[in-house]
């Protein structure tokens, strides 16, 4: 396919504006009561994401046909659906139906790799004049029977396996069972695109690329040079620069076909891409945008999820991002996934709600992760119950604590399954009964209610969404930034401490708190004598 250039500014009124959510269909909720989450369970809660809770864009974990080793990262058939998550029909039902509420569905399009299981890799693997073998990475050992270079596994040990049959290495960036696909054979490239296409004419809005700094290595395998910063206590992975193994230069030019396929679906520019990108470095990130705005829509920040919770360190992240950033490019900020602890795990519940207000507030697109608006919190998987993969290849690193079932209601399984007795694929949380959507929505100061009516706020406010962002000095622990849209200023302060803290902005005069993430005492306040509770965000209206 002939990629045409895209236009500058070309990103769409609703990811500009959007509020993505991502869904882990495993866990969202189980229609057929097989104790695994599904399409259908997705179609179910549409009025809770659109209306009760108020995003607007759901991010689809991987549904196609998968081999479950990553929970659906290792692909087995890029065009079908995977029976434990439905089929073809419910799809299709899903996306109308998220049209109908008015949301955009992104899905998760994983193109770095497939399932070792996948007929393309069989073939591969079955001799090395079979056509598909040039479809994967595949090079000598070293003369002593080494393999070829020294790159890592993101998951533990070598990224080679050896195999027997074709006397090769060949390349898994992540686990031994997802062999990595060579996306410098333009026979992959088009297979791939293709399965993009399939998706997106049945009606999804965009794409999430998984992996997508990998696709591009270096082409004469060349090693990776040892990090100079690198301290023994930190995962091995990171003794590494990986400046061959991931994000060769020539990963600009794939972006760049990327979006030119995108955009030749119509209208023109309204599919995007986001790429999950880790590069922390962040000159080197935002050239992900593209010189002519013309690469990915986005690539993921996790500068905020990476960094340290302080006031000082959050507001140097968002800062740096701010200063970086063109007037075109889409901010965007996340503080969970279904790769990482919870937030009410890491920072606790108190500042959990700080979290929610920081991400609402700030400009740009904001990634929230199912489950992190009633607070839910990472869950001890018993040695015996887990699923995740990466738990075989580097044991302890396994993700299902973050990935256990919503909890719906107070009901049998939380609400998550319709199932009599079903044996849950994950055991849900111990303090499901307490902690669960119903009794939250029931709570006028609950975690649920505090995202709620930000998310409402954010909706009905053109400043939250559109105006520019300027850093304000508070006070010690504290992080303050005014957004400002024509006459309007709105004040967000944000007590990154669990004590009492006041300040005096004297220069703001009086202002209109609208929302405390106490949940409380909105109203006329004077600046000058300004007093932010344990823990206490507030959203300001200066008048
Ligand atoms: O993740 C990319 C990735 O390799 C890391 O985020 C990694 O999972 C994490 O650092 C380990 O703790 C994407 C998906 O989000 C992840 O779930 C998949 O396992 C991975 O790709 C492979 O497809």
């Keep these: 396919m002939k990629p045409e250039p895209a236009n500058r500014n070309s990103n769409p009124h609703w990811l500009r504006t959007a509020v993505i959510y991502e869904v882990y269909i495993s866990s969202f909720l189980d229609s057929n009561g097989d104790g695994f989450g599904d399409l259908r369970g997705v179609v179910e809660k549409l009025d809770y994401l659109s209306s009760t809770l108020g995003v607007n864009t759901i991010w689809l974990t991987p549904f196609y046909k998968s081999a479950m080793m990553d929970m659906g990262y290792d692909i087995v058939d890029f065009k079908e659906v995977d029976k434990i998550f439905g089929n073809m029909e419910s799809f299709d039902e899903l996306i109308s139906e998220a049209h109908l509420h008015g949301l955009k569905v992104v899905v998760d399009f994983v193109p770095n790799h497939t399932s070792d299981q996948h007929p393309w890799f069989i073939k591969s693997r079955s001799s090395r004049n079979n056509p598909k073998h040039n479809w994967y990475v595949w090079a000598d050992a070293k003369s002593n029977g080494e393999p070829p270079n020294n790159w890592l596994s993101v998951f533990g040990g070598s990224a080679w396996e050896w195999d027997q049959t074709t006397e090769q290495y060949y390349l898994h960036s992540h686990l031994v069972e997802q062999p990595d696909l060579n996306w410098r054979n333009p026979e992959v490239k088009n297979a791939m695109l293709d399965a993009a ?23 004469e395998f060349k090693n990776n040079p040892p990090n100079p910063k690198y301290s023994s206590d930190w995962n091995i992975f990171n003794s590494q620069l990986h400046i061959n193994d991931t994000r060769h ?75 970086s950033l063109r007037d075109e490019d889409v901010p965007n900020y996340t503080l969970g996934n279904h790769d990482s602890s919870r937030i009410a795990s890491k920072y606790g519940f108190e500042q959990a709600r700080i979290a929610a207000m920081l991400l609402l507030t700030l400009r740009g697109v904001p990634t929230l992760y199912y489950g992190d608006e009633i607070g839910m919190t990472d869950v001890d998987i018993p ?30 399984n939380a609400g998550f399954s319709r199932g009599k007795n079903p044996s849950l694929w994950l055991p849900l949380s111990k303090n499901h009964l307490k902690n669960n959507v119903e009794p939250q929505l029931r709570d006028s100061g609950s975690m649920l209610n505090l995202y709620r009516e930000l998310l409402r706020y954010r909706k009905s406010s053109l400043l939250l969404q559109f105006g520019s962002f300027k850093v304000v000095d508070v006070t010690q622990d504290c992080f303050g930034y005014l957004r400002i849209w024509k006459n309007q200023k709105v004040l967000v302060l944000l007590n990154f401490s669990h004590q009492k803290r006041e300040a005096s902005l004297s220069e703001f005069g009086e202002g209109e708190k609208i929302i405390s993430t106490y949940m409380d005492g909105v109203g006329i306040i004077n600046l000058t004598d300004l007093i932010l509770r344990p823990d206490e965000g507030v959203i300001i209206e200066i008048l």
């Excluded at 296409?197 to 082409?219: H, N, T, V, Y």
């Design 197 to 219: 296409k399939f998706w997106l004419e049945r009606g999804a809005d965009g794409l999430r690329i998984d992996s997508a700094e990998r696709l591009m290595k270096d082409p």
């Design 249 to 323: 230069q020539d990963i600009h030019k794939l972006f760049r076909e990327l979006r030119g396929f995108l955009d030749s679906f119509q209208p023109k520019g309204s599919k995007i891409a986001i790429g999950e990108t880790h590069a922390a470095d962040i000159c080197l990130w935002k050239t992900y945008y593209g010189e002519n705005s013309d690469e990915l829509n986005f690539p993921c920040n996790f500068a905020l999820m990476r960094s340290k919770w302080s006031a000082q360190e959050i507001k140097e992240v968002v800062c740096l991002l701010e200063d």
């Design 383 to 412: 040695p015996g119950q887990k699923k995740d993969g990466l738990e075989k290849q580097s044991k302890g690193n396994g993700r299902d604590s973050c990935r256990t079932p919503m909890q719906w209601d107070s009901s049998n």
